[in-house]
Structure formats: C-alpha cells, structure tokens
C-alpha cells in the first residue's frame, strides 16, 4: 500500500500521475480538511474535491480547481441580493465561486452529512461516483479550522483560510497560523502508515496543507517511526512555489524559501526529499542535516511527467525502506 498526504493542486497532480504508475487500488490519500468551510449552508472540501476532480479528468486545466467546461449561472444571480442584504449577514457571498456543475457535489456532500454520515464516507461516495480506483480520505472526520493571522491595514486580524487565501487573494502579510480542533481531532490513517510500503508527502504548501495534518494527535510520532521509508517531494523549485503562496507564507513566518528550507521542516519525519533539477546544488546541504536527497523532474507538466516523477518517488521509498528493517 501507498500512503500519500495530500493538500490542493499539486497534490493532486501528482496523483493523477501514481495512478498511471501504480494499480489505484494500492494508494490511500490521505487529504487535508482544514480549508473546509461553509458558505451557503454548503459543506465545501476544497482539498479533496481538487484531488477527486483531477485524478478522474474532470479538473478546470487553467485554474487547477473546479470542473472543466464550468457555468457560473448561480453566482451570477447572486448579485440580485445584494441590495437588500441587511447590515452583518453573510447571504449571499460572492466572493468564493462555485460552479453550476460543482454545486451538485456540495449538495450531496451536505445532505449526507445532515443524515449522519461521516466525511470519510461521504468522500469515498463522491469518489466511487467518479469512478475512481484509488481510496480518498480526509485527514479526519472531525472539525479542524486553518485559521491564519494576517496584517492588514496596521492590525493583527485572524481570519479563516478561505477568507486570506481566496477573499483576499492571499496578497496579505501572514504573521501565524494555527489549527483550531486539530489537538481532539481523530486522524483516519494512523493505521495506514505503518502498513504502506512508502508514504509520500506531496508537493502541497508544508504549512496550511500538511501542517494540518501533522497537527492531528500522534502523526507526526507515527511518520518518526517509519521515517525512512516517508519520501516528500519539494513544493519549493529554485525559491519559489509553483502555485500559491507557500513561497512567501514561509519566508513571513521565518523559513527559509527554499529546497532546503523544506528539508529542515520535513526532517524530523521523511528520510528522504526529491528536489527538482534547479536545485541539484542544494543536495549536498539537505543531505547533511540528514536527509536523502534525489533529484528529477517535479514539474508536472503533462501526466506522464508526474507518472515518472511517482516511479522515481516510490523508488526512492523503497531504497529508503531498506534502512527501516
């Protein structure tokens, strides 16, 4: 079995290549749930509808989020009420867009959990339903809250993730992070790790998409244990993030931005860091604080690439693995 935690985009892209890789059946991924939000009374994933749509080709190519081929009918009427909205309430955001087509997922997903039903279930509904062969589950079926402190304007505000990352277009300042819930929360997949012959750390933002998952009681105890077989692959290609704002996130909460950067955050839980060609001078450096360092392609242009990009991770677990006898 192949453990993979995963963020958004990048996560999800490496995915849709392991799958090409490897039978789908043998991969759990394991996604982050702390960007979860409500809005319309709607439970939203974001995470792991990015994950979902993307491995079954549905994804938007452009945006690398929602469904390709997207109306956005819905959203548009919502201006109709924006008139008469009373002082304070929060009907109607226009903000965070969501599709016509993607709609129909949030519906289903909150209906379900209104019935009772766990996230992890709801989450492999939806993924059975697009016919994916791989196990998708959320961190945890409990409530954790990325929640992020942000400058603006002079003042310390602390907002959720979905109100800096897509409200405010994440072009804030960030000075802390935290994950309300994450001490109580329950993980799903603490069993999952120690049965996988590799567990992959993504190329997702280590702070709010794998961040969250460390914080769940005994992960990180639990990837220690099994440290040399725990391969994460650089978010961070010569200084900067691919997408998103983990390149600055890190250098505003005083981390390096860089491979190496993401090799001292990592350490004490992975054993082994692929890096992408541009920064093959920096393997030296990573592979004296104690962690292996390999070297290949990361950006995953087409599916192929990330298909030889999983080859090279697995196999580098698997090396690994021999030191974890």
């Known amino acids: 079995m192949i453990t993979v935690l995963a963020g958004g985009v990048g996560a999800a892209r490496f995915l849709r290549g392991l799958v090409l890789a490897v039978d789908p059946a043998e991969i759990t991924a394991v996604v982050n749930t702390g960007d979860d939000t ?10 792991i509808d990015t994950v979902t749509y993307t491995v079954a080709g549905a994804i938007d190519p452009e945006r690398g989020w929602g469904l390709a081929d997207e109306t956005w009918t819905a959203m548009a009427n919502l201006t109709r009420y924006v008139g008469v909205r009373p002082a304070g309430s929060t009907a109607a955001p226009e903000w965070f867009n969501l599709g016509d087509r993607d709609l129909a997922t949030h519906f289903y997903r909150t209906a ?44 310390v505000t602390t907002v959720g993730f979905q109100e800096y990352f897509v409200k405010r277009r994440h072009s804030v300042p960030v000075t802390g992070i935290r994950f ?67 390149d600055r996130m890190l250098s505003e909460l005083g981390f390096e931005a860089s491979v190496l950067g993401v090799a001292r955050l990592y350490a ?51 090396e690994g693995a021999r030191h974890d006898r």
């Open 38 to 47: 409500v809005l319309h009374g709607l439970s939203i994933s974001p995470d």
């Open 112 to 155: 379900r959990l209104s019935e009772g039903a766990t996230l992890s279930e709801v989450t492999d509904e939806i993924a059975r339903a697009w016919g994916l062969g791989l196990r998708i589950v959320p961190m945890t079926d409990d409530r954790v809250r990325t929640m992020v402190d942000i400058l603006e304007d002079g003042d």
């Open 180 to 246: 309300d819930g994450a001490d109580n929360a329950r993980p799903t997949f603490i069993d999952a790790i120690g049965a996988s012959e590799a567990v992959v750390i993504a190329p997702s933002n280590p702070l709010v998409s794998i961040g969250p998952i460390r914080a769940l009681h005994g992960v990180d105890a639990t990837l220690s244990a099994h440290r040399d077989r725990v391969v994460a692959i650089s978010p961070i290609v010569a200084g900067s993030a691919l997408k998103g704002p983990a």
């Open 268 to 318: 004490p839980i992975c054993g082994t860091l692929v890096i992408d060609e541009r920064d093959a001078e920096h393997r030296d450096a990573i592979e004296a604080i104690g962690v292996r360092c390999v070297v290949a392609d990361t950006i995953m242009r087409t599916p192929e690439i990330a298909a030889s990009l999983a080859t090279t991770t697995l196999t580098a677990a698997r």
